[in-house]
């Protein structure tokens, strides 16, 4: 069975930096839409950074000059470079892969599945 493993979250200041990294097993990242999503207390999932099978990447507004998302398709592992840390991006971090069939390689996280148990990473001011 396919596994998703989130790791390197953690407490830094605001303006600190970490890196997440989402170890795969049972699956080869390389040949799928990979996402990093997050989700906060009493809030939605949402996108954070996505990254197509050909390398592509799609960021919202609200992470796009911060977040980098990239993969290491020989150690299977993706990850999420996240700079100039802010109170708001508080939340639980997790990875997953795009659905098998028509769905786009897009932000919407019920187009993804596999979703680890996730990451703490806590920004405080």
């Known amino acids: 069975q396919e596994e998703l493993v989130e790791s390197g979250g953690g407490s830094v200041q605001a303006g600190g930096s970490l890196r997440l990294s989402c170890t795969a097993s049972?699956?080869?990242?390389?040949?799928?839409?990979m996402g990093w999503f997050r989700q906060a207390p009493g809030k939605e999932r949402e996108a954070v950074a996505v990254?197509?099978?050909?390398?592509?990447?799609n960021y919202p507004s609200s992470t796009s000059d911060r977040f980098t998302i990239s993969k290491d398709n020989h150690k299977n592992i993706l990850y999420l470079q996240m700079n100039m840390l802010k109170p708001e991006d508080t939340a639980m971090y997790f990875c997953?892969?795009?659905?098998?069939?028509?769905?786009?390689?897009?932000?919407?996280?019920?187009?993804?599945?596999?979703w680890g148990h996730g990451t703490q990473v806590t920004v405080s001011s």
């Open positions: 997953a892969r795009k659905r098998s069939g028509r769905f786009p390689c897009s932000r919407v996280p019920s187009n993804f599945e596999g």
């Open positions: 049972r699956l080869e990242i390389r040949n799928y839409c």
């Open positions: 990254i197509a099978d050909h390398g592509a990447t």
